[in-house]
């Protein structure tokens, strides 16, 4: 190398060396969509006061909200103060500004002062949430926390979300979960930057909320006798032969409303028709064709025949109920499901028959979306609008309704291109109740593979979609369906960390998505759950194996881990090996891996056999 080109080849590692010094830093997640590094810190002690304007109550609650979490964990008491010129004090400002988008801030930090600048307070509440990153991470602790430097990086950070519409769903019919569990969960919501929390409320193994006018629906159709254990396709299946139930008050649910509406998330209601249905119509029978009083609330997974009836004692009945949703729910959305509706009951069934032709409709999916129709006609009456599942597009789309796609993403291009809002939610990419990990190594869950690379990949606006369509991609969202998330722990296990990855999908600009980048930051994250105490996956540390043909028909096995700073162990016939290249397959063999990081394991002891 000629000497030039050495100088300039050591300047450029150097400067990607401070670079990266720089960047370890900035352990943001989602991350932000500029961020300026900057030399020196802030730093807190006993003249930090916070600043804001005393004519916003919001301003004011995000003040006292923030000062008591650094108070808690600090021991600082930091006086929350009106914003006046000229106040000699090293000062965090909460400014509203008019220049920008309501979810949307600037954040300054200098040696001096930190300033935050928002279009509404939802975007002060997402730039405390960058602050909190930026500080260690016993910020997110509940005691106080001894030797930690509570200092802030310098920076300048300008950042808006990519999509509106940044959600995460939870099933609380296949299990139920308590009103504490709920607010943890909005808690998490809300450090990932979620705004939309859709609360799947009733489905055939419960409905779980209290509805006034129809007490049976609690009182009967919040209980079923028993619960599958293990796996559906295990023969024969096993039953546990005790009763299971729960359900929300009217108060609890206002209460988590208001909680969510502090975190600037809205809750959206699920409330399923005309399928998924079997506990209201084990509380209320002439809701079934043909008044079928065997119905049971279900105690098996699955896809049930027995469905709402069309008739108009049925709709008097959901709209009675969507009343007092309506009520609880201020959000302009409610689910109305709409999903996985078989046809059978309403084949069979006089009544429907002769609906189908007295509307002169073409058959059941008429029926299907006639049902639709009504329901939303009601909700539209009543000014909310329609959210369903992507069979709500089979026999006709309501007018104003908005299609969350699942069966994959042709529903949502179908309805976009046709000028329907919709969210984004595939099986592939969205499914947070399949696997994250080898399922030989996993907790059991329904089926599928979702590792946390393949959600951070994911991309909301489908190639397919027409440019002019993109802006009906409102965002998108993880389901979270708990038939085999007994408890909260596990359903802590499925979402975490895979919904960082997600929060980084709704949140950050498309191009600076970086695999790379955000599997670094992910281990801070995970100091951050640690302090939470949330039961998120480690997953990210275990070993996978892959084994490829190599052009002279020998066999090759990659091992990798997802752990940036991981180093890859093997064992085979009881000799260690540090992975460094492909393993060569020669003969029958056991291969034993594991990470490491610094000699410690960090990951399982994986086994796979190899021929
Ligand atoms: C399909 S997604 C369902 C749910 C199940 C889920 C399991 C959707 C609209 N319906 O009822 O719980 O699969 O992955």
């Given at each position: 190398m000629?000497?030039n080109?050495m100088?300039?080849?050591?300047?450029?590692?150097?400067?990607?060396?401070v670079?990266?010094?720089q960047?370890?830093?900035?352990?943001?997640?989602?991350i932000p969509?500029?961020l300026?590094?900057?030399?020196?810190?802030?730093k807190?002690?006993?003249?930090?006061v916070?600043?804001?304007?005393?004519?916003?109550?919001?301003e004011?609650?995000?003040?006292h909200?923030?000062?008591?979490?650094?108070?808690?964990v600090?021991?600082?008491?930091?006086?929350?103060?009106?914003?006046?010129?000229?106040?000699?004090?090293?000062?965090i400002?909460?400014?509203?500004t008019?220049?920008?988008?309501?979810?949307?801030y600037?954040?300054?930090v200098?040696?001096?002062?930190?300033?935050?600048?928002a279009?509404?307070a939802?975007?002060?509440?997402y730039?405390?949430?960058t602050?909190?990153q930026?500080?260690?991470?016993?910020?997110?602790?509940?005691?106080?926390a001894h030797?930690?430097?509570?200092?802030v990086?310098?920076?300048?950070?300008?950042?808006?979300?990519r999509?509106?519409?940044?959600?995460?769903?939870?099933d609380?019919?296949r299990?139920?979960?308590?009103?504490n569990?709920?607010?943890k969960?909005l808690d998490?919501?809300?450090?990932h930057k979620l705004?939309t929390?859709?609360w799947?409320?009733?489905?055939?193994?419960?409905?779980?909320?209290?509805?006034?006018?129809?007490p049976?629906?609690?009182?009967v159709?919040s209980?079923?006798?028993?619960?599958?254990?293990g796996?559906?396709f295990?023969?024969?299946?096993?039953?546990?032969?005790?009763?299971?139930?729960?359900?929300?008050?009217?108060?609890?649910?206002?209460?988590i409303?208001a909680?969510?509406?502090?975190?600037?998330?809205t809750v959206i209601?699920?409330?399923?028709?005309?399928?998924?249905s079997?506990?209201?119509?084990?509380?209320?029978p002439?809701?079934?064709?043909n008044?079928?009083?065997?119905?049971?609330?279900a105690?098996?997974?699955?896809?049930?025949?027995?469905?709402?009836?069309?008739r108009d004692?049925?709709?008097?009945?959901?709209?009675n109920v969507?009343?007092?949703?309506?009520?609880?729910?201020?959000?302009?959305f409610i689910?109305?499901?709409?999903?996985e509706c078989?046809?059978?009951?309403?084949?069979?069934?006089?009544?429907?028959?002769?609906?189908?032709?007295?509307?002169?409709l073409?058959d059941?999916?008429?029926?299907?979306?006639?049902?639709?129709?009504?329901i939303?006609?009601?909700?539209?009456?009543?000014?909310?609008?329609?959210?369903?599942w992507?069979?709500?597009?089979?026999?006709g789309?309501?007018?104003?309704?908005?299609?969350?796609?699942?069966r994959?993403?042709a529903g949502?291009?179908?309805a976009?291109?046709?000028?329907h809002?919709?969210?984004?939610?595939?099986?592939t990419?969205?499914?947070?109740d399949h696997?994250?990990?080898?399922?030989s190594?996993?907790?059991?869950?329904?089926g599928?593979?979702?590792?946390?690379?393949?959600v951070?990949?994911?991309?909301p606006?489908a190639?397919?979609?027409?440019?002019?369509?993109?802006?009906?991609?409102?965002?998108?969202?993880?389901?979270?369906?708990?038939?085999?998330?007994?408890?909260?722990?596990?359903?802590?296990?499925?979402?975490?960390?895979?919904?960082?990855?997600?929060?980084?999908?709704?949140?950050?600009?498309?191009?600076?998505?970086?695999?790379?980048?955000f599997?670094?930051?992910?281990?801070t994250?995970?100091?951050?759950?640690k302090?939470?105490d949330?039961n998120?996956s480690?997953a990210?540390f275990n070993v996978?194996?892959?084994?490829?043909?190599?052009?002279?028909h020998?066999?090759?096995?990659?091992?990798?881990?997802?752990?940036?700073i991981a180093?890859?162990?093997?064992?085979?016939?009881?000799?260690?090996f540090r992975?460094?290249h492909p393993?060569?397959?020669?003969?029958?063999?056991?291969?034993?891996?594991?990470?490491?990081?610094k000699?410690i394991?960090?990951?399982k002891?994986?086994s796979?056999?190899?021929?």
């Amino acid at each position: 190398m000629n000497s030039n080109i050495m100088k300039i080849f050591i300047l450029l590692s150097f400067f990607s060396g401070v670079f990266m010094i720089q960047a370890a830093k900035y352990q943001i997640i989602p991350i932000p969509q500029k961020l300026i590094p900057k030399n020196g810190s802030f730093k807190f002690n006993s003249k930090t006061v916070v600043l804001c304007d005393f004519n916003c109550p919001e301003e004011v609650r995000l003040a006292h909200q923030f000062v008591s979490q650094i108070q808690l964990v600090s021991g600082l008491n930091i006086p929350v103060l009106r914003n006046q010129q000229n106040l000699n004090a090293r000062a965090i400002i909460f400014k509203l500004t008019t220049d920008s988008g309501a979810e949307s801030y600037r954040l300054k930090v200098t040696p001096n002062f930190i300033q935050i600048n928002a279009g509404a307070a939802a975007g002060i509440f997402y730039a405390m949430q960058t602050l909190y990153q930026l500080m260690p991470v016993e910020i997110y602790g509940n005691k106080l926390a001894h030797k930690v430097k509570w200092q802030v990086p310098c920076v300048e950070i300008v950042d808006a979300p990519r999509f509106a519409y940044r959600g995460l769903h939870l099933d609380v019919s296949r299990h139920f979960f308590s009103i504490n569990f709920i607010k943890k969960y909005l808690d998490a919501m809300a450090i990932h930057k979620l705004n939309t929390f859709h609360w799947h409320l009733t489905d055939d193994q419960g409905w779980r909320i209290e509805i006034k006018k129809y007490p049976k629906l609690t009182q009967v159709g919040s209980i079923r006798a028993q619960t599958l254990e293990g796996y559906y396709f295990s023969n024969p299946q096993k039953f546990d032969g005790k009763p299971y139930g729960g359900f929300y008050t009217q108060d609890e649910a206002r209460e988590i409303v208001a909680y969510a509406a502090q975190r600037f998330i809205t809750v959206i209601p699920e409330i399923e028709m005309p399928g998924h249905s079997e506990a209201a119509l084990a509380s209320y029978p002439f809701l079934s064709c043909n008044n079928d009083t065997t119905i049971r609330v279900a105690t098996n997974w699955g896809i049930f025949k027995d469905v709402f009836c069309p008739r108009d004692t049925t709709f008097r009945f959901l709209e009675n109920v969507l009343t007092e949703i309506m009520d609880i729910f201020p959000s302009k959305f409610i689910h109305i499901g709409g999903d996985e509706c078989p046809k059978d009951r309403w084949k069979s069934c006089s009544d429907c028959q002769q609906l189908i032709q007295k509307l002169d409709l073409k058959d059941e999916n008429g029926l299907q979306s006639y049902f639709i129709h009504r329901i939303e006609n009601f909700l539209n009456a009543h000014g909310r609008s329609i959210i369903g599942w992507d069979e709500i597009l089979d026999g006709g789309l309501a007018p104003n309704a908005t299609v969350m796609s699942w069966r994959g993403t042709a529903g949502g291009v179908e309805a976009a291109n046709a000028g329907h809002n919709v969210i984004m939610t595939p099986v592939t990419s969205c499914y947070f109740d399949h696997y994250q990990g080898d399922p030989s190594t996993e907790p059991l869950a329904i089926g599928g593979f979702l590792p946390i690379s393949q959600v951070y990949a994911y991309e909301p606006i489908a190639p397919e979609l027409a440019a002019n369509d993109k802006k009906y991609v409102l965002g998108s969202q993880a389901n979270v369906w708990t038939e085999y998330m007994p408890n909260s722990r596990q359903v802590e296990y499925m979402v975490f960390p895979r919904l960082a990855a997600l929060s980084e999908v709704l949140w950050s600009g498309k191009n600076q998505r970086n695999w790379n980048d955000f599997r670094g930051r992910l281990l801070t994250q995970f100091e951050r759950y640690k302090q939470l105490d949330i039961n998120y996956s480690k997953a990210f540390f275990n070993v996978s194996f892959q084994s490829q043909l190599t052009t002279d028909h020998q066999t090759q096995v990659f091992l990798s881990c997802d752990d940036p700073i991981a180093e890859i162990y093997y064992w085979i016939s009881g000799k260690k090996f540090r992975y460094t290249h492909p393993i060569i397959v020669d003969k029958n063999m056991i291969i034993n891996a594991q990470a490491f990081e610094k000699k410690i394991p960090v990951g399982k002891l994986l086994s796979k056999t190899f021929h």
